[in-house]
């Protein structure tokens, strides 16, 4: 398995697999390949791998590509916005995660309990749950 996730990170690395960059799942894929996989490799956190997950980030977010996947997807879709330093893409975050919270309150009430989102506003480093409302 080791061996698979190796030669897809090479793939990726090559610009083999640019054809995912047409659809929200193949970037979420991208995102994903560049965000976990080399650690799960024991490769450490390689900043070039860091840095083109955030470029897929911010680029599928420009072409509306998050909103067209569910609520948990896109928590995994931002997930170089929850590793970034960067204080603007804290605040892309939150205003990201509040409209997520607004969402979820639409399509179903009960998802948009304050607890349930919690856990996402530590792990993006945000003061408070209140910074959202």
């Not at 977010?61 to 928590?75: C, M, Y």
């Not at 509040?98 to 996402?120: T, V």
Request: glycine share 8%; charged share 25%; aromatic share 8%.
């Amino acid at each position: 398995m080791r061996e698979l996730w190796q030669a897809l990170l090479s793939q990726a690395q090559a610009g083999e697999l640019e054809h995912w960059q047409q659809s929200p799942p193949g970037v979420l894929g991208l995102i994903l390949l560049y965000t976990h996989i080399p650690s799960a490799l024991g490769l450490g956190p390689i900043e070039r791998h860091r840095y083109k997950a955030r470029a897929l980030c911010l680029a599928g977010i420009r072409r509306g590509f998050d909103t067209q996947l569910n609520l948990e997807q896109r928590r995994s879709f931002y997930a170089p916005l929850f590793d970034s330093d960067d204080e603007e893409d804290r605040e892309l975050l939150a205003r990201l995660l509040a409209g997520m919270r607004a969402q979820a309150a639409d399509s179903d009430p009960a998802r948009c309990r304050l607890g349930d989102w919690h856990a996402w506003w530590q792990q993006a480093g945000l003061q408070s749950a209140s910074a959202l409302s």
